[in-house]
């Protein structure tokens, strides 16, 4: 069971590239997020969705783009780097409300 | 909105002793609670939660917490800490039927001396 898999692990971009960062499930889970973990910030939500279709902003969702094709994807899009984007980007899904959420090992992303 | 306050930035503590690390909420009505630990390099895993019922919860790995709705606290416990607790802690809140939008403390890192 490979539970939430976040691919790349690590990444390096120059201000201005776009990419995608990728975030699978294979846990059948409905709601899915991603978060950016900056130090001294705890985690902070960019975009969630509760299931296929479905997606909607969180606290930071500037600079970012969803979408929610199938229930076990959910790839999270930069439009245009900014240094400012320069983290850690976790995916996370979970059954539900009443459950808490299983993360991703993660995305460490530099932008230059 | 919602916030979360851990005001421990960095606890230690010896192995074989207690641990407490707290963690305050402010939030209009009784969210759901959690509690999570991140080793370095990885992800988070979830510890222990809070919905309902019995304000003493337990969780994985020996620890508890106890919510405390006059103190809008949610503190983490453990009786006797061992060298692999070392991690950061982070304490989280959401709204009931919305945990999709959970909002995290800034984390309590913990270094744990043999």
């Known amino acids: 069971n490979a539970g939430v898999t976040q691919t790349p692990k690590f990444q390096v971009l120059k201000t201005g590239q776009s990419m995608t960062l990728q975030c699978a499930q294979d846990m059948n889970h409905e709601y899915m997020s991603w978060y950016r973990q900056d130090p001294g910030m705890g985690l902070r939500l960019i975009h969630y969705s509760v299931g296929a279709g479905i997606t909607d902003q969180g606290e930071v969702p500037n600079g970012y783009n969803v979408s929610r094709s199938t229930t076990e994807d959910f790839p999270l899009r930069l439009l245009s780097a900014a240094p400012s984007q320069t983290s850690v980007y976790f995916c996370?899904?979970?059954?539900?409300?009443?459950?808490?959420?299983?993360f991703g090992s993660g995305t460490r992303l530099t932008v230059v | 909105a919602q916030s979360v306050t851990q005001p421990d930035i960095h606890i230690t503590v010896s192995e074989g002793a207690s641990l407490e690390l707290r963690c305050n909420y402010s939030?209009?009505?009784?969210?759901?609670l959690f509690w999570y630990v991140q080793s370095p390099g990885q992800g988070l895993q979830l510890l222990l939660k809070?919905?309902?019922?019995?304000?003493l919860v337990q969780g994985i790995k020996g620890f508890e917490a106890e919510f405390k709705r006059s103190q809008s606290s949610f503190n983490l416990r453990k009786p006797s800490v061992h060298w692999s607790d070392a991690a950061e802690y982070f304490c989280a809140v959401g709204p009931r039927g919305g945990a999709s939008k959970l909002t995290f403390g800034t984390g309590t890192r913990l270094q744990v001396t043999l």
């Open positions: 809070y919905f309902s019922g019995d304000t």
């Open positions: 996370a899904s979970s059954d539900g409300p009443n459950y808490g959420y299983t």
């Open positions: 939030y209009g009505a009784t969210p759901y």
